[in-house]
């Protein structure tokens, strides 16, 4: 069975990942397989910078093609932020619940119909030559009062997506991952790994 690397250590990501690449007959294995790589630090000022600097350092420590997302929320009320901080937003230990418990209380006061904010992802995928291409979907939605259903990770609770009736951390993994900014990068990729495999 061919194998793809996904670089990251996030749960949440890695399942997505093998849901829908798995579809391909693509044994998918993700940092979280290998626990003595370090995670690559994010340093770029966009997500499509910070994707491309996880793929190509992996891909060049494996010699291998390497898939990587940086992805976040930007919420429109508060100037496109968490944005690239979105998974450190109320600092440095990534903890879910603060980030949404700060969203939420930095737009208390910000009217419904104002509270519009979109999931936004970037797939990098690198060669081990450094030839790197990239992959983006957007996911729209609305931010709600408080959190609701426990599914999904990081903000889904919080995202409201108005066509579904419920947020993303209601809806089942397979509805997720019809309609998800992972899910929109990802069909982009899966039509270019077709190609490139074929």
């Given at each position: 069975m061919k194998e793809i690397i996904v670089a990251t250590k996030n749960k949440g990501k890695v399942k997505e990942f093998k849901a829908i690449l798995?579809?391909?007959?693509?044994?998918?294995?993700?940092?979280?397989d290998y626990p003595e790589i370090p995670e690559v630090e994010e340093t770029g000022?966009?997500?499509?910078?910070?994707?491309?600097?996880?793929?190509?350092?992996?891909?060049?420590h494996f010699q291998k093609p390497v898939i990587?997302?940086?992805?976040?929320?930007?919420?429109?009320?508060?100037?496109?932020?968490?944005?690239?901080?979105?998974?450190?937003?109320?600092?440095v230990n990534k903890n879910d619940t603060e980030n949404m418990n700060k969203v939420l209380t930095e737009i208390?006061?910000?009217?419904?119909?104002?509270?519009t904010a979109r999931f936004h992802c970037t797939i990098a995928l690198a060669y081990p030559d450094g030839h790197t291409e990239c992959?983006?979907?957007?996911?729209?939605?609305?931010?709600?009062?408080?959190p609701i259903g426990t599914n999904g990770f990081g903000y889904d609770p919080?995202?409201?997506?108005?066509?579904?009736?419920?947020?993303?951390?209601?809806?089942?993994?397979?509805v997720k991952n019809a309609i998800s900014h992972r899910a929109k990068?990802?069909?982009?990729?899966?039509?270019?790994?077709?190609?490139?495999?074929?």
């Open positions: 798995g579809q391909l007959g693509y044994k998918v294995t993700s940092l979280l000022e966009t997500f499509t910078e910070n994707a491309i600097i996880k793929a190509t350092t992996i891909a060049k990587a997302d940086d992805s976040g929320l930007i919420v429109d009320a508060l100037g496109g932020r968490p944005g690239v901080y979105s998974a450190r937003y109320a600092g208390k006061n910000v009217p419904e119909d104002e509270r992959f983006e979907g957007n996911c729209e939605g609305k931010i709600t009062k408080e919080i995202m409201y997506i108005e066509e579904k009736q419920q947020t993303m951390a209601q809806l089942p993994l397979e990068a990802l069909q982009q990729l899966k039509e270019k790994w077709i190609e490139i495999t074929s």
